[in-house]
């Protein structure tokens, strides 16, 4: 972790996303996950009902890949989409949204996945203005999780895990360049899920909205590329 942003407004997060030597598939039991320190998706917003799961996310990087890990604990869980572009984020859901060169102003990719890896993923420069990524932008996203399949209520553990990796030719065909060491990229992490038992809206970086609303990229913190 590194120091926080500072400008107008209150301070964004920061997080060095640290390097790893070789690619690896998601669920590796040699990745060595615990060597990357956790960002903590700790502001819950919106609601009062009292639900605040804690969750945390790690990230490393080669040059191919981008490697994203969630941790939630979270003893009931629902989970019904199984499909690509399906409304994930009405189940148990995480959310990674980033713009990798803000510095263009085109937009941001938001990443949405329930517990078992399904993806609900877009580009553009707001919620109203959302073009849907093709199969073939992400032919090499793999995803592992410790649910692998749809439930409703308890599972059997206090947590799940859900790892995936984003193939870095995805944003270079998004914004035609390559992101490289000391690069610096805006984003958020999110835990939500619309139609669950408790509905709950969490952030890493703080959203001052005063109704729900994750796509609001003046609230993203930083990433730095180690």
Known sequence: ???????????????????????????????????????????????DNGYRPAVE????????????????????????????????????CVEFFIDAFPELGRGYANFETNAIGTLLAQFGPDRAHRTALWPEDLAEFEASGSIRRPVEG???????????????GLFRKLYGREIKPGHRAAANFYKCGDETDLPHYGAWSLVGTPSPDFHRPEFFGELVFG
């Not at 060095?16 to 903590?40: I, K, Y």
């Not at 604990?73 to 629902?78: A, C, I």
């Open 154 to 168: 308890e599972y059997g553990a206090g947590f799940w895990t859900l790892e995936y990796r984003l193939p870095l």
């Open 57 to 92: 996310a790690r990230l490393c990087w080669t040059p191919r890949f981008l490697y994203v890990r969630f941790r939630v604990e979270e003893k009931r869980v629902r989970v019904r989409f199984t499909k690509f572009q399906d409304p994930v984020y009405k189940d148990s």
């Open 1 to 47: 972790m590194i120091g926080p942003l500072r400008g107008a407004g209150p301070a964004r997060p920061s997080y060095l996303v640290r390097p790893v030597a070789a690619d690896f598939l998601p669920g590796d039991a040699a990745a060595s996950w615990a060597a990357m320190p956790p960002l903590a998706v700790g502001h819950y917003l919106w609601l």
